[in-house]
Nanobody, 122 residues
Framework: QVQLVASGGGLVQAGGSLRLSCALSGGTFSRYTMGWFRQAPGKEREVVASITRSGGNAYYADSVKGRFAISRDNARNTVYLQMNSLKPEDTAVYSC???????????????WGQGTQVTVSS
């Protein structure tokens, strides 16, 4: 059974940085497209970024382009989300997900991890 465990959330001031990590177990990590999602209170869940199996291509939501970077280490079965220049509107619960589809971006994810809270103070 595939399991995803996210970590790295916390409280940070506006303009600061955080790095989220998500480790996959119970499956072959390199076979999955990986994505990061977030959900703020009272809002729908939205995709933040996704990365292909090899790590060669990444997709970003417009709201985070130029500030966030997704990466993966297939040897460590881990995907990362480096978040820089954080804004209060980035406050949300961030979750990672794995998809068996090579073209997944916002949809098509088979497995989900628990969320990690990111709070950005102004």
């Amino acid at each position: 059974q595939v399991q995803l465990v996210a970590s790295g959330g916390g409280l940070v001031q506006a303009g600061g940085s955080l790095r989220l990590s998500c480790a996959l177990s119970g499956g072959t990590f390199s076979r999955y497209t990986m994505g990061w999602f977030r959900q703020a209170p009272g809002k729908e869940r939205e995709v933040v970024a996704s990365i292909t199996r090899s790590g060669g291509n990444a997709y970003y939501a417009d709201s985070v382009k130029g500030r966030f970077a997704i990466s993966r280490d297939n040897a460590r079965n881990t995907v990362y989300l480096q978040m820089n220049s954080l804004k209060p509107e980035d406050t949300a619960v961030y979750s990672c997900a794995a998809s068996s589809s090579p073209t997944a971006r916002a949809t098509g994810y088979n497995y989900w991890g628990q969320g990690t809270q990111v709070t950005v103070s102004s």
